[in-house]
């Protein structure tokens, strides 16, 4: 905390007149405080009590002019710019919840005004990217089912009862829909004979 003195306070307030905010003193309210303090404890000459009237005006100026620059660089922070490195640590909370307020308030009033199709198309674009990443996993499931043991993974296009193969293992009866595992003898029959149909080519 470095030490106060009333040209501190005049100094700091003559370079807040620039557009830019400024580089206030280490624990520069901080120390402000303790020299108001410090000063109408001693009362002792109408001058010193003047130049205290004073600074508190000075500093009432140099706190709004920074906290209109502050709400400024929130917005251009919005936008895409750099956050000023000049503000103290009071400051910077005051900073971030304008920021976060701003950023809510944006998103907000985008996804009420966004056109519909807009927001169908990110809908689809999402599905798109969650059905990508399931790709791998449907992949390694299919892998499983293709030909064990020269089998065909087939339909039942129609009912069929119960009918044996060429090795006299039985299958069925199956109902219209139902999934099973032939050989590939059996398999190929029923689908030339178009009662079932191939799964996984």
């Known amino acids: 905390m470095e030490l106060i003195t009333y040209e ?3 100094n700091a307030h003559r370079a807040e007149k620039e557009e830019e905010l400024q580089k206030l003193p280490s624990g520069f309210f901080e120390s402000v405080r303790s020299w108001f303090s410090h000063k109408e404890k001693l009362k002792d000459t109408t001058l010193s009590l003047l130049e205290v009237e004073n600074a508190k005006k000075l500093l009432e100026d140099i706190i709004n002019r920074r906290e209109r620059k502050i709400i400024l660089s ?13 503000l103290t640590d009071e400051e910077r909370k005051f900073f971030d919840q304008l920021v976060n307020t701003l950023k809510a308030f944006s998103n907000e009033m985008n996804e009420k005004f966004k056109n519909f199709d807009e927001v169908v198309e990110e809908k689809i674009e999402e599905a798109k990217k969650s059905i990508e990443e399931l790709k791998p996993e449907e992949k ?22 119960r009918f044996v193969g060429n090795n006299m293992e039985s299958f069925g009866p199956l109902k219209t829909g139902d999934v099973i595992f032939v050989p590939e003898e059996v398999g190929k029959l029923l689908i030339t004979r178009k009662v079932a149909e191939n799964i996984l080519e």
């Not at 929130?74 to 000049?86: C, D, K, M």
């Not at 390694?140 to 009862?161: C, H, M, R, S, Y």
């Open 74 to 86: 929130a917005l251009r922070t919005v936008r895409g710019e750099l956050p000023p490195s000049s």
């Open 140 to 161: 390694k499931i299919e892998n499983t089912f293709i030909k064990p043991n020269g089998k065909l993974l087939v339909k039942a296009l129609v009912d069929l009862p």
């Open 8 to 10: 501190t306070i005049r």
